[in-house]
């Protein structure tokens, strides 16, 4: 069974700074592609960085320069440190892999599908 496990959110000052792990079990992790993406409620859900089995990096234009995506293949564990956060970066934070169900849902980000989702964690930035 795949499981993806967030942590490290929770509540920062703007301008401060968050680091968020997720941790993977059930798969070969080295092999897919991985990502991070953000949902406010009531609004269509983010992607905002994604990073291929080489380590190639794609970034969201609204986290470039303040987000870095990395990935430890050994750990099975990806991260995502956010700096210079802003109020607006408030939300649930969710990591994901790019593959799905046969005949699963899935979501597409720069052209990948991403549909195994951790259960996600909050990220709160206050003024």
């Known amino acids: 069974e795949v499981q993806l496990v967030e942590s490290g959110g929770g509540s920062v000052q703007a301008g401060g700074s968050l680091r968020l792990s997720c941790a993977l079990s059930g798969y070969t992790f080295s092999t897919y592609c991985m990502g991070w993406f953000r949902q406010v409620p009531g609004k269509e859900r983010e992607g905002l960085a994604d990073?291929?089995?080489?380590?190639?990096?794609i970034y969201a234009e609204s986290v470039k320069g303040r987000f870095t995506i990395s990935r430890d293949n050994a750990k099975m564990s990806m991260y995502l440190q956010m700096d210079s956060l802003k109020p607006d970066d408030t939300a649930m934070y969710h990591c994901?892999?790019?593959?799905?169900?046969?005949?699963?849902?899935?979501?597409?980000?720069?052209?990948?599908?991403?549909?195994?989702w951790g259960q996600g964690i909050q990220v709160t930035v206050s003024v």
């Open positions: 990073i291929d089995s080489n380590g190639r990096t």
């Open positions: 994901a892999s790019e593959q799905y169900p046969s005949g699963g849902d899935y979501y597409e980000f720069l052209g990948r599908r991403f549909g195994y």
